[in-house]
């Protein structure tokens, strides 16, 4: 804007400038001229007294190289001429002084040479005896005073014209100053140009407009990074060169990035196949999904295309972890598969030992035995089904009645339940501790010590011990069970817990497992805030801790 108005000023005053000098150049011109003129004048009329009376004797006494006298005949023949020798001069009739003084007494005129660029003056009188004095001067034309004048003028026009540019410049800081030094900020509080205020009052309202939009912009971009910070799911958001704009934080630990990476390109944190196709077919068809393991769990990559204005922005990734959905699935079809292997054993022994009473081939000795196998296999398999159903119940969590237990009773009810047992294995049953008391589910709580019991009972030696041991603190229970018994060797002790999982697949035929005791246990502790311990060595015992908080 300075030098907008610097080359403005700058550009009207060397204009003036040279206008100005034109001007001046003419009226002085002008006046010269006249002055001149009227000179000549004068000087014609001293000379006409002199002529007058002494006739050419005068002329003659009168030397002037400046001024040129004509002496002419009333007839327009020369009598005199002091410059030339009259008799060469052709007749002055036609010309325009010697007329006019004819007629009016005096005459005036003027006449240019382009060759010599000059102005000839011509003042005539007539004199008493008719005859027509003129005397003439040579003058320089307008254009011979300005080829004449040319230096003078460049060096002043160029004295003029760094003077003016010195002052356009000043000027034009002093106007722009005080625009420079506006507080746009604050623009009802400047004092400058009154021409400037209604520029200020709209620059005031747009920025009251442009605080609230932003206040609103930061308002959303915080409540955007608080939902995502949150965000269990990963999130990360590209622009349209895939270079990463915004991640959270479960997307960092899952790519093992910070916010450095920030404005960097997507590749920097990820350069799998899938996931550059992934991007790919987001791109092609708007939206994309596929599944990797990472970091021992599996996740759903879920890639969309961000739009606006029919113009791709960015890809949006979301990661969602789905372990326990795939686990979950895994299991269930495990479940079902094992369930159904489970209740077809038990079933075909059932239908097998009846197709053989109904079709004769059983002795009357023998009857009794197989009845005893239908009624053992029915058994076996009622007390599946109801596993079954105890286990999908807590699958389904559905509420069920709490309230406040004692462990050590709960313990010595198990204990005179499973005494039989015991005593057909010569296994000796112990209690001890203290009493145990929580808030909880009664019948959850006797499935954990009846199934973990039940299992060192059937898991020991003959002649060995199963040992119930409960101890009180002030966050949780702690039930103690350990036996001496074959024991668990370590690639099996996380695997026990799981539905259908035998160690020994043989022994526990013979020993009528179900196989979803301690499945049915590890629910009932998850349901309590509780955790397992297990520690277990192969042909020395094992020791189960159950931690159940209050």
């Known amino acids: 804007m300075t030098k907008k108005i610097f080359r403005a000023i700058l550009s009207i005053s060397l204009v003036i400038l040279a206008t100005s000098l034109l001007v001046i150049t003419a009226v002085l011109y002008n006046y010269f001229g006249e002055a001149q003129r009227q000179q000549l004048r004068d000087e014609l009329r001293f000379a006409a007294q002199g002529t007058n009376q002494l006739g050419e004797e005068y ?7 400046r001024y040129r006298l004509t002496w002419i005949a009333k007839d327009g023949t020369v009598l005199y001429e002091n410059h030339a020798n009259r008799v060469d001069m052709e007749n002055h009739a036609d010309r325009e002084e010697f007329k006019e003084a004819l007629e009016n007494g005096t005459g005036s005129s003027s006449r240019y040479s382009t060759t010599l660029m000059t102005k000839t003056l011509y003042e005539a009188v007539q004199l008493p005896d008719k005859t027509v004095l003129r005397i003439a001067i040579q003058q320089a034309s307008v254009m011979a005073l300005m080829v004449e004048l040319l230096q003078p003028i460049i060096f002043i026009f ?3 014209a760094l003077m003016v540019a010195w002052v356009s410049r000043r000027m034009a800081e002093k ?3 005080p625009l420079n030094q506006l507080d746009l900020e604050m623009p009802l509080e400047n004092d400058t140009y009154k021409e400037v205020s209604p520029l200020l009052r709209r620059i005031h309202l747009q920025n009251q407009e442009i605080q609230t939009k932003m206040q609103m912009l930061r308002y959303k971009q915080e ?14 958001l590209l ?4 270079k990463i704009i915004s991640i959270n934080p479960s997307a960092e630990r899952l790519f093992f990035a910070d916010e450095r990476c920030i404005g960097k390109d997507f590749l920097t944190i990820c350069r799998t196949y ?13 939206n994309a999904q596929y599944q990797e393991t990472r970091n021992d769990s599996v996740y759903r990559f879920d890639i969309s295309c961000v739009m606006s204005d029919h113009v791709e922005r960015g890809l949006l990734i979301l990661a969602v972890d789905v372990t326990e959905q795939v686990n979950a699935e895994r299991n269930r079809q495990e479940f079902t598969a094992n369930v159904s292997h489970e209740l077809k054993t038990p079933i075909q022994s059932i239908v097998g030992s009846a197709e053989l009473i109904e079709n004769g081939l059983v002795k009357t000795e023998d009857l009794p035995r197989f009845v005893g196998h239908i009624r053992k296999e029915a058994t076996r398999l009622v007390t599946l089904i109801e596993d079954i159903i105890r286990l999908s119940q807590m699958d389904e969590n559905k509420v ?6 004692s462990i050590r009773s709960i313990a010595e009810e198990v204990k005179d339940s499973l005494t ?3 005593e057909k294995k010569h296994v000796t049953l112990q209690v001890s501790g203290h009493e145990g008391c929580l808030h909880g589910v009664n019948r959850m709580v006797y499935e954990i010590v009846y199934n973990l019991c039940d299992n060192a009972i059937k898991y020991n030696k003959d002649g060995g011990y199963v040992r119930i041991n409960i101890t009180d603190s002030a966050d949780d229970v702690c039930i103690q069970i350990e036996d001496n018994g074959i024991g668990i060797a370590p690639e099996y002790q996380e695997k026990i817990f799981e539905r259908f999982f035998r160690v020994d697949k043989s022994h526990s035929k013979l020993s009528g497992g179900t196989g979803l005791g301690l499945s049915i246990v590890k629910h009932a502790v998850k349901h309590h805030n509780g955790r397992i311990e297990v520690d277990s060595k192969l042909g020395e015992g094992t020791c189960i801790r159950v931690y159940l908080s209050k």
Not at 59 to 65: A, D, E, H, R, V
Not at 223 to 236: K, P, R, T, V
Not at 400 to 405: A, G, S
């Open 59 to 65: 002329l003659k006494g009168l030397s002037s190289n």
């Open 158 to 160: 160029l004295l003029a």
């Open 175 to 177: 106007i722009v100053q």
């Open 223 to 236: 409540e955007f990074q608080q939902i995502i910070s949150n965000m269990q799911e990963g999130l990360i």
């Open 239 to 242: 622009d349209d060169k895939q």
């Open 274 to 286: 899938e996931m550059q196709r992934a991007l790919q077919n987001a791109k092609k068809h708007g």
């Open 400 to 405: 069920m009645p709490e309230e406040d237990i």
């Open 420 to 422: 039989d047992m015991a």
